[in-house]
């Protein structure tokens, strides 16, 4: 098991920041490649970006590409999420995944996975 505990969503405005934090507990995670998707309300769940520990390869999608950054602190087994000149199109719940192997962009690749952070961005 990999609990993933996430954190950081809230409200902004458009145009602002926010960091999510994933904290990987009980395990270390950097044989997994992690993942962020989101959710948001009617939709289904897409892929955000990517990230493997061995090489620090990054994956986006390109809704995201250029105003997102992914990271990882292999000492705090913790991924993030930099969102930068958010838009209201991003407002949804934020999940942190972790599968082993490389990483993808299918949710059904993804062994583990968080309890999900809002992220609501107003216009």
């Known amino acids: 098991q990999v609990p993933l505990v996430e954190s950081g969503g809230g409200l902004v405005q458009a145009g602002g920041s926010l960091r999510l934090s994933c904290v990987a507990s009980?395990?270390?995670?950097?044989?997994?490649?992690m993942g962020w998707f989101r959710q948001a309300p009617g939709k289904e769940r897409e892929f955000v970006a990517g990230?493997?520990?061995?090489?620090?390869?990054?994956y986006y999608a390109d809704s995201v590409k250029g105003r997102f950054t992914i990271s990882g602190d292999n000492a705090k087994n913790t991924v993030y999420l930099q969102m930068n000149n958010l838009k209201p199109e991003d407002t949804a719940v934020y999940y942190c995944?972790?599968?082993?192997?490389?990483?993808?962009?299918?949710?059904?690749?993804?062994?583990?996975w968080g309890q999900g952070t809002q992220v609501t961005v107003s216009s």
């Open positions: 009980g395990r270390t995670v950097s044989s997994y490649a």
């Open positions: 995944a972790a599968r082993a192997g490389r990483a993808t962009v299918s949710t059904r690749d993804y062994q583990y």
């Open positions: 990230f493997r520990w061995s090489g620090g390869s990054t």
